[in-house]
């Protein structure tokens, strides 16, 4: 496939610089721009990264800029198709996600406004916490339709779930198929009943006292590497969560994925960005697809939607 297009990375941090990162190292795009407010540190990061090029052998260009609070350097991004939204402060061990959010939703609208501006075409992709919150807020800041302002947690969610649920059957990861669904946080919607090992439901590979242990390391998977790394949060399978999604837009591949869409309809819930597997395509969110669920799993989604439904719009005032 020929080289194509712009993505711009918003925030250098360690979720941001890995994204950045591995977009280049897909070797699919022209140019990825790598942007932050603090002064040289993405100009620093492409320069490392671009003198990777002759070893991984790609040719992406990694163009960095420094941002200020005017809205400087934003015309970096002009025109680019995609972009993807780090910036904000990560968790710190005993934080919860939403302790972020005046912080956050503060960053998140200033980034989005400029991101209207300077690439009023494109779709977007947020990564920031708390993440079902700030994507709702970025959509409202940069007034883009719906379906090409997203979230990414349920790639991540969904593959700790995998990734743990390998282990405890002692399988390749490659065996397994998991799913989440619902908010990124306490009302994540783990979901076994779509969930198999060698296409065999996960109820007759695992017993249900370990699945619901499973559930809960997933559910606390965020939680479980802040508390280790003691500063700062999880950036390797965060940034390939987003990496892909971004791929998958840029591609216009129609690939289906768990993300943070927006819903209106589905499962009987309307009018809240949710957790739910969605068909991604160059314009963004193509449709949200709805798994069949048992009556426990919809109810614990219609739970989900309604924990995070007041906070999107109080978000608005943020
Ligand atoms: N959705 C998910 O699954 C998920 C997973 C992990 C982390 N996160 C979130 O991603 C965010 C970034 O995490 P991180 O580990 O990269 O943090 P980090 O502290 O390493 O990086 C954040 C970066 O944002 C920059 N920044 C702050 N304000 C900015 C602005 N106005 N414009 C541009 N850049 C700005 C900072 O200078 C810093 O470099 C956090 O909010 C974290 O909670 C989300």
């Not at 949200?288 to 906070?311: G, N």
């Given at each position: 496939?020929?080289?194509?297009?712009?993505?711009a990375v918003?925030?250098a941090?360690f979720?941001?610089?890995t994204?950045?990162?591995?977009?280049a190292?897909?070797?699919?795009f022209?140019t990825v721009?790598?942007?932050?407010?603090v002064?040289?540190?993405?100009?620093?990061?492409?320069?490392?990264?671009?003198?990777?090029?002759?070893?991984e052998?790609?040719?992406?260009?990694?163009?960095?800029?420094?941002?200020?609070q005017?809205g400087?350097?934003?015309?970096?991004i002009?025109?680019?198709?995609?972009v993807?939204?780090t910036a904000?402060?990560?968790?710190?061990p005993g934080?919860s996600?939403m302790d972020?959010?005046?912080?956050n939703?503060k960053?998140?609208r200033?980034?989005s406004?400029?991101?209207a501006k300077?690439?009023?075409?494109?779709v977007?992709?947020?990564?920031?916490n708390?993440?079902?919150?700030?994507?709702?807020?970025?959509?409202l800041?940069?007034?883009?339709?719906?379906?090409?302002?997203?979230?990414?947690?349920?790639?991540?969610?969904t593959?700790?779930?995998?990734?743990?649920?390998?282990?405890?059957?002692?399988v390749?990861?490659?065996?397994?198929?998991?799913?989440?669904?619902?908010?990124?946080?306490?009302?994540?919607?783990?979901?076994?009943?779509?969930?198999?090992?060698d296409g065999?439901?996960?109820?007759d590979?695992?017993?249900?006292?370990?699945?619901?242990?499973?559930?809960?390391?997933?559910r606390n998977?965020?939680?479980?590497v802040?508390?280790?790394l003691?500063?700062g949060?999880?950036?390797?399978?965060?940034?390939?969560?987003?990496?892909?999604?971004a791929?998958?837009?840029?591609?216009?591949?129609?690939?289906?994925?768990?993300?943070?869409?927006w819903?209106?309809?589905?499962?009987g819930?309307?009018?809240?960005?949710?957790?739910?597997?969605?068909e991604?395509g160059?314009?963004?969110?193509r449709?949200?697809?709805?798994?069949?669920?048992t009556?426990?799993?919809?109810?614990?989604?219609?739970?989900?939607?309604?924990?995070?439904?007041?906070?999107?719009?109080a978000?608005?005032?943020?």
């Amino acid at each position: 496939m020929a080289r194509s297009g712009t993505i711009a990375v918003i925030g250098a941090g360690f979720y941001g610089s890995t994204t950045a990162q591995r977009l280049a190292e897909y070797d699919v795009f022209e140019t990825v721009v790598l942007t932050d407010v603090v002064e040289g540190k993405p100009e620093g990061l492409a320069l490392d990264m671009n003198q990777s090029r002759p070893i991984e052998g790609f040719e992406t260009r990694v163009v960095g800029q420094t941002t200020g609070q005017d809205g400087s350097g934003y015309e970096a991004i002009d025109g680019a198709d995609i972009v993807v939204i780090t910036a904000g402060l990560p968790r710190k061990p005993g934080m919860s996600r939403m302790d972020l959010i005046e912080t956050n939703a503060k960053i998140v609208r200033q980034v989005s406004e400029n991101v209207a501006k300077h690439a009023p075409e494109s779709v977007v992709i947020v990564v920031s916490n708390p993440l079902d919150e700030m994507t709702a807020l970025a959509q409202l800041a940069t007034r883009f339709p719906r379906n090409r302002v997203l979230g990414q947690a349920g790639m991540l969610d969904t593959a700790r779930f995998t990734d743990n649920v390998a282990e405890a059957a002692g399988v390749p990861v490659g065996s397994v198929r998991t799913l989440t669904l619902g908010s990124h946080g306490d009302t994540m919607v783990p979901v076994p009943s779509a969930c198999t090992v060698d296409g065999k439901p996960l109820a007759d590979v695992l017993d249900q006292a370990r699945i619901d242990e499973l559930v809960d390391r997933t559910r606390n998977g965020g939680a479980e590497v802040v508390a280790l790394l003691k500063t700062g949060s999880a950036y390797y399978a965060p940034s390939a969560a987003a990496a892909r999604m971004a791929r998958a837009v840029h591609e216009d591949s129609g690939a289906v994925m768990p993300v943070c869409a927006w819903v209106d309809g589905e499962y009987g819930i309307s009018g809240v960005y949710l957790g739910v597997a969605a068909e991604l395509g160059a314009g963004g969110v193509r449709r949200v697809v709805e798994i069949d669920l048992t009556d426990t799993e919809q109810a614990a989604l219609a739970e989900a939607a309604e924990a995070v439904r007041a906070k999107q719009v109080a978000v608005q005032n943020l």
